[in-house]
């Protein structure tokens, strides 16, 4: 157990819908970070946030955003939901950022089929 | 290219067998390196992690970086049944928090 938690497990929507991922970091991680893993794509980077601020982009549509909370949960909200965007959900969290010991830790993810 | 790859597989070894898992990269700012494993439907899980070239052993798993050859190893001894799972690389620059994956590796050991 890698100590960070996400929910729900699993989640089946239709297109055109709107859902959101939740996701807590290990106690004491301030990096908050999500990926999207499908079988042609692999494990890619969307967006990370440290301590409320977001501090990295990458692949993320403009039709997904995320935010982190005062508590430092995070959620990943897909809105417009397309047949493409089903896939795997990763949260990971680190305590720090960029640094030598910087060291990201995953959740069990949450798997969104769209229909 | 891609900035990292990974032979899919899947590799299928016997138990007991010596496995050798790699990844090639081309961003030369990549300095920390990591191999996580994932088995099916579950989170990644972090198994190795080394800073810059050099080897680290823990265990029955040693990860080689290459820096010169931009080339990355795991390698696992006796491997078991249980070892049956995606092993994926990551790699990030220093100062940066950003991970790189390779598509991971499957690997199959059979008793």
């Known amino acids: 157990d890698s100590g960070v938690t996400q929910t729900p497990k699993h989640l089946i929507t239709a297109t055109g819908q709107r859902v959101t991922l939740r996701c807590s970091p290990r106690s004491g991680d301030l990096s908050v970070y999500w990926y999207q893993q499908s079988l042609d794509q692999g494990l890619q980077f969307l967006i990370q946030?440290?301590?409320?601020?977001?501090?990295a982009k990458g692949n993320i549509l403009e039709r997904f955003s995320a935010q982190q909370f005062p508590d430092l949960h995070s959620e990943l909200n897909l809105s417009s939901l397309e047949l493409g965007d089903s896939a795997l959900y990763f949260c990971a969290s680190s305590a720090e950022t960029g640094t030598r010991s910087d060291t990201q830790y995953f959740g069990p993810g949450t798997r969104l089929t769209v229909l | 290219q891609k900035e990292v790859e990974q032979d899919p597989g899947p590799l299928s070894v016997p138990e007991g067998a010596i496995v050798s898992l790699n990844c090639t990269y081309s961003?030369?700012?990549?300095?920390?390196f990591m191999w996580y494993r994932q088995y099916s439907r579950k989170g990644p899980e972090l198994l190795m992690y080394?800073?810059?070239?050099g080897n680290k052993e823990d265990g029955r798993f040693t990860a080689q970086v290459d820096k010169s050859s931009k080339y990355i190893s795991l390698f696992i001894r006796d491997s078991q049944p249980s070892d049956s799972a995606t092993y994926l690389c990551?790699?990030?620059?220093?100062?940066?928090?950003?991970?790189?994956f390779g598509k991971g590796t499957m690997l199959l050991v059979s008793p």
């Open positions: 946030y440290y301590n409320g601020e977001e501090r």
């Open positions: 961003n030369s700012a990549f300095q920390y």
């Open positions: 080394t800073y810059s070239s």
């Open positions: 990551a790699m990030r620059e220093s100062g940066y928090s950003t991970l790189t």
